[in-house]
């Protein structure tokens, strides 16, 4: 059996994925000893059946916990968080980037007391956090897409559904709320 395959969608108790980008997944392994620790309920199965020596069963594709659990209202400030803000898009040319491919810009520079905050920083693609530099954006010819807020969680996991992971198990299709359809 391979290790990394089948892996289990992770659902809340009300049924929703506990977060879409990154999608909440666990390994098969994980999943299996938390049916037998009663803290999930088995919603779907793989055609994948595992063996013990006085039990074989099939392997969960989707689970749910038992109990919920409440999300996060305030999001931690971090570099993932505000690209996924900002749908890994420069907010000034708006090109779409991979996170690797993003930085931070500090709309006011730390170096004329700028802080890094929510309100203070966006997603920049290399070349246009180059041609801003440490100067603030009223003096040079660059625009803002948008004004920079503090997301809640929602807003993030709005975002995140912009975003199908590459895997999509059929099984899965009726938890998942994507515009696109749904592949293997």
């Known amino acids: 059996m391979n290790a990394t395959g089948n892996p289990?969608?992770?659902?809340?108790?009300?049924?929703?994925p506990l977060s879409y980008y990154p999608l909440s997944l666990c390994s098969w392994q994980d999943?299996?000893?938390?049916?037998?620790?009663e803290r999930?309920?088995?919603?779907?199965?793989?055609d994948t059946e595992v063996h013990s020596p006085t039990i074989s069963f099939r392997l969960p594709s989707v689970v749910?916990?038992?109990?919920?659990?409440?999300?996060?209202?305030?999001?931690?400030?971090?570099?993932?968080?505000?690209?996924?803000?900002d749908n890994f898009t420069c907010?000034?040319?708006?090109?779409?980037?991979?996170?690797n491919e993003l930085?931070?810009?500090?709309?006011?520079?730390?170096c004329l007391k700028g802080r890094t905050t929510w309100e203070n920083v966006v997603s920049a693609c290399t070349t246009c956090n180059l041609k801003k530099g440490r100067r603030i954006l009223q003096n040079t010819d660059m625009r803002l897409s948008r004004k920079p807020i503090r997301p809640d969680a929602i807003h993030l996991q709005n975002n995140g559904r912009n975003f199908p992971p590459n895997y999509l198990h059929e099984s899965w299709r009726d938890y998942l709320y994507w515009d696109t359809e749904l592949e293997n």
Do not use: G, W
């Not at 992770?10 to 929703?16: E, G, P, T, W």
């Open 103 to 110: 930085t931070f810009d500090h709309l006011i520079p730390r």
């Open 8 to 16: 289990a969608l992770v659902l809340n108790a009300d049924f929703r």
């Open 64 to 85: 749910a916990l038992k109990d919920y659990i409440m999300p996060k209202r305030k999001p931690a400030f971090t570099r993932f968080n505000v690209f996924l803000r």
């Open 40 to 46: 999930v309920s088995v919603i779907e199965n793989y």
């Open 31 to 37: 999943a299996v000893k938390a049916v037998f620790l």
């Open 91 to 99: 907010q000034y040319c708006l090109q779409k980037y991979s996170a």
